[in-house]
Every structure is written in structure tokens, then in C-alpha cells.
């Protein structure tokens, strides 16, 4: 870059913000390493599921199963997903298990903690803020260290111009018309957050940027809002291989055999062990396959003595033996299945494809703890491409949104790792920076 290029940043500083940016030069996309001469917009990220961290408070009403779990009774916050090592360290995988847990109250159709137990989310606000020390490498990356890396190589700086929005993971994010009261709360977080950082930036408008459950929770927070607000403060939504409310399979193997994706080393048999807890959570059924979508023919779970369609997913929670997500499916996971509206911001959706993702599970002998034989489809191994390309349809019907609305599919780009291995990082990157000059 010559001298000219090397005074353009200072010369901008003395020039009205909308005239920068229209003097802003065009980046070289050959040199993503020299793009200081581009006026950044603020750029709010959203974690994946496991990112986030959880803290806890028990209380007198708390009555715990094990009298160890109620040994911090009455001695204020502590971590409890915060860091996983030192869950097993300290016995502790019983009392997080009943810690974590969620009821569903359907008098207010709506999910809360056990009684005794408070949660709240630290490091709101901060793009360091999320799961550091993840025993899986894999698991970390996924927390935007190494996309913190590259923002902040071209010029993002933590709570200046980048920021973390971290979210309770164990709820979902709720549909217009739909009460939550954690994410009512976290959405009001979020819209202040959002508002600050563009007064701060001579009222620039903020890029919404967010990864797996994340972009779930980035577009409904968007379409939460007022119509006026998005005009006015979202420059752009990017979404990252979003979980889609079309669903995915893999979830579903989720909910039957239990998850490891809350990995907690030192735990045996992890995603059985942790399955009770995992079925509570509000975000474990939040994605399940869509009839829309997997059809009613093609049965998404066989065993020997019946099949499962997408429109059977309630006898299948009854039948795995959690009648008590009957009703919370029914009234909080459909709705979200049969809700779209288009965000209508200028909104760029990336996913990975031609991976091998789940599209049936089968389970021969009924046995639901053992792990099913697996029929592959087309997906990022999570997503399956028919709900991929299901969101994409329905965000170009609408023709207001479609005009600004990019679909990207990186061939051979994974789940997870589309926003750690460089090749795949270099194009979400790429979109961030041009989210950033248009
Ligand atoms: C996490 O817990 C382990 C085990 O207790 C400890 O060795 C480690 O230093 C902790 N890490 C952080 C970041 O607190
Ligand atoms: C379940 O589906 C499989 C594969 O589509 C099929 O072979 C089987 O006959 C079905 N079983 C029942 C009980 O309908
Ligand atoms: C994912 O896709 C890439 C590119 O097609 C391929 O090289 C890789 O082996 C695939 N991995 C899996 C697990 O399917």
C-alpha cells in the first residue's frame, strides 16, 4: 500500500462520517490483510450453543437431590457452565445436571429455572466473553476466538467497534406472539447494546453477525424489533450456518440419544448420562424436523415396530418416555416451525454443503440409548440442505427482501468449522468486509 493509502485513514478522521463512507476506497480483495483504510461498521457477535457461559445462585427455597449440591446455598454467584473442567473436578456433574435443568410452566406457557436456583449470563457485551477453556480445541474455535482474530487483524477492536452478545442457551428464541421471558430481557440487552455502539460511531448502523443457534437467536432478535429501529440501526445481518426453523435430523438424535455437545470431560457415557438434563432445555426442541420441509411420507426415525414421519415428532417424544415434552413441543416448538417473516434488512446467509448429515436414524430394536444406524444426506453434518434451501426460498418470495438478500454455500464447509479453517474463515470473512462497504 503506497502513501496515499497510509494518510487515508487520517485524512478520513477530519471528514463527516457519511462522506467517509462514500470516500471509502473499494478494498483489494487480494490483500484481506491491508483493509485499514475501510470505516468499520460496529459488528455484534452472537456465540454458538455451547459458547455462552451460565451463572448460578441458590437460594433458600433451592432443596437439593444430593445435600452436596446444596453446599454453595447462600454464597452468592458462581460459574456453573463456565468452565467444565472444573465441574468433574469437583463432583459436581449431579448437581449441574439438576442446576441446569429448566421446567416448563404451562400456566405461562412459558420456561423457568428449578425453584431455588437463579442463572444469569456473564460478560454480556464482550467479544471475549465467551467459553475460553472448552477441553475441546474444536469447541473453543467455535467461540469466535480465531474469527476475533481475523476481525481484529482488519481493524475491530473489543468494545469499541466489536462486541458479544451471549445468551441463556438452554431457551430458545421466541416468535412474535410467543412469551419468554429470558429472552425478553436478553432482546432489551441487545437493542441497547446495538443502540450504544452506533451512537458511539457517529450513528453508524451495526452488523448483526451470528453462528449456529446464534443466528437463530440474531434473526429473531431482528424480527423482534420495530421496523424503524432495523432501518435505523442494522447495517446488515449476517447469518452463519444459523439453526433453521425448517429443523434439522440432527437434533433429533439430540433429543432421543442425548447430547455431547455440553461436553464435560471426566463424564462417562456423556451424552447419556447428560440426556435427562438436555431434554429439558427449551433449545433441544426447538429445531426438530419441520413437516414442511421432511415431508410426511419419508419417516425421519425407523424402528422395528413403528416409523416416525416429521408430523409424528409428538408420539416419538412420548415414546422415548418424555411425555412432559409433549406439550411444550406442541405449543412452543410448532409455532416457531410455521412462523416466517422475512427480516426485511439487507441479511447474508452462509452455510457449508456436501458434508454427510444426518437424514434418518434408525434404531432396529427400539433401544433408544443405543446409538442408531444413520442414513446420510446432503448438509453441513449438521443442517440438512432441504431446510437450507427452504430459508432461502422463502426469503426470496418476499421481493423487498430478496433484493437484499446473498445466499452463500461453501462446497465441503462443516458445521463448526466453517468459522475456524482458514479457506472457509476467508470467505465469511470476505462478507463481513463486504457487508461493511455497501
Ligand atoms: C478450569 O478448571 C480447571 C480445573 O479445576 C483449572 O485447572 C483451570 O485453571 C480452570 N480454568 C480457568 C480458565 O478458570
Ligand atoms: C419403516 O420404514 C422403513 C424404511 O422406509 C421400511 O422399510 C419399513 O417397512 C417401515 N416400517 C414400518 C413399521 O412401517
Ligand atoms: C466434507 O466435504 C469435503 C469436501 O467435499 C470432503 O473433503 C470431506 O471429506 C467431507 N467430510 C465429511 C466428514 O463428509
Request: glycine letters at 8%; one cysteine or more; proline letters at 7%.
Amino acid at each position: 500500500m503506497g502513501i496515499a493509502g497510509r494518510l487515508l485513514p487520517l485524512l478520513l478522521l477530519f471528514i463527516p462520517a457519511a462522506l467517509r463512507e462514500h470516500l471509502s476506497p473499494v478494498i483489494d480483495d487480494h490483500r484481506p490483510d491491508h483493509q485499514d483504510d475501510v470505516v468499520l461498521h460496529p459488528i455484534v457477535l452472537v456465540p454458538g450453543l455451547t459458547c455462552s457461559e451460565l451463572e448460578v445462585r441458590l437460594t433458600d427455597a433451592y432443596h437439593p437431590s444430593l445435600p452436596r449440591c446444596g453446599a454453595m446455598k447462600g454464597e452468592g454467584w458462581f460459574g456453573l457452565w463456565a468452565n467444565c473442567s472444573d465441574i468433574s473436578t469437583h463432583h459436581y456433574p449431579p448437581c449441574f445436571m439438576e442446576q441446569m435443568s429448566l421446567v416448563y410452566d404451562p400456566i405461562a406457557d412459558d420456561y423457568r429455572n428449578i425453584a431455588g436456583v437463579e442463572t444469569r449470563v456473564p460478560n454480556f457485551g464482550s467479544s471475549k466473553g465467551f467459553q475460553k477453556n472448552p477441553p475441546l480445541i474444536d469447541c473453543r474455535d467455535w467461540c469466535f476466538e480465531v474469527l476475533r482474530k481475523e476481525l481484529e487483524k482488519v481493524g475491530y477492536v473489543d468494545g469499541d467497534t466489536m462486541f458479544g452478545a451471549p445468551y441463556d442457551l438452554r431457551h430458545a428464541p421466541p416468535v412474535p406472539g410467543q412469551k419468554s421471558a429470558v429472552f425478553s430481557t436478553y432482546f432489551r440487552r441487545l437493542s441497547r447494546l446495538i443502540e450504544d455502539a452506533s451512537r458511539s460511531k457517529n450513528n453508524q448502523k451495526v452488523i448483526l453477525f451470528g453462528h449456529s443457534l446464534g443466528g437463530m437467536v440474531a434473526l429473531e432478535f431482528v424480527r423482534s424489533t420495530a421496523m424503524a429501529w432495523r432501518e435505523k440501526y442494522i447495517k446488515h445481518l449476517l447469518l452463519v450456518a444459523p439453526l433453521p426453523a425448517e429443523g434439522f435430523v440432527a437434533s433429533l438424535q439430540n433429543f432421543v440419544s442425548g447430547s455431547g455437545l455440553l461436553y464435560v470431560p471426566g463424564v462417562d457415557t456423556l451424552a447419556l448420562t447428560l440426556r435427562p438434563m438436555w431434554r429439558t432445555f427449551e433449545s433441544s426442541i426447538a429445531n426438530f424436523p419441520s413437516p414442511a420441509v421432511f415431508g410426511t411420507g419419508k419417516p425421519v426415525v425407523i424402528t422395528g415396530d413403528r416409523n416416525y414421519t416429521a408430523c409424528e415428532m409428538e408420539e416419538l417424544i412420548a415414546d422415548v418416555g418424555y411425555v412432559a415434552g409433549v406439550e411444550p413441543f406442541r405449543r412452543r416448538a410448532v409455532p416457531k416451525m410455521n412462523y416466517f417473516e422475512a427480516p426485511m434488512v439487507p441479511t447474508t446467509c452462509i452455510n457449508g454443503v456436501g458434508n454427510d448429515t444426518l437424514e434418518q436414524l434408525v434404531y432396529w430394536d427400539g433401544d433408544f440409548d443405543a446409538e442408531p444406524e444413520v442414513v446420510y444426506g446432503d448438509g453441513d453434518q449438521e443442517i440438512n440442505l432441504v431446510s437450507m434451501l427452504a430459508f432461502d426460498d422463502k426469503m426470496r418470495q418476499e421481493t423487498k427482501q430478496n433484493r437484499v438478500y446473498k445466499s452463500i454455500k461453501i462446497h465441503g464447509a462443516r458445521h463448526g468449522t466453517i468459522i475456524t479453517e482458514d479457506w472457509a474463515l476467508k470467505r465469511v470473512m470476505q462478507e463481513i468486509l463486504e457487508a461493511n462497504r455497501i
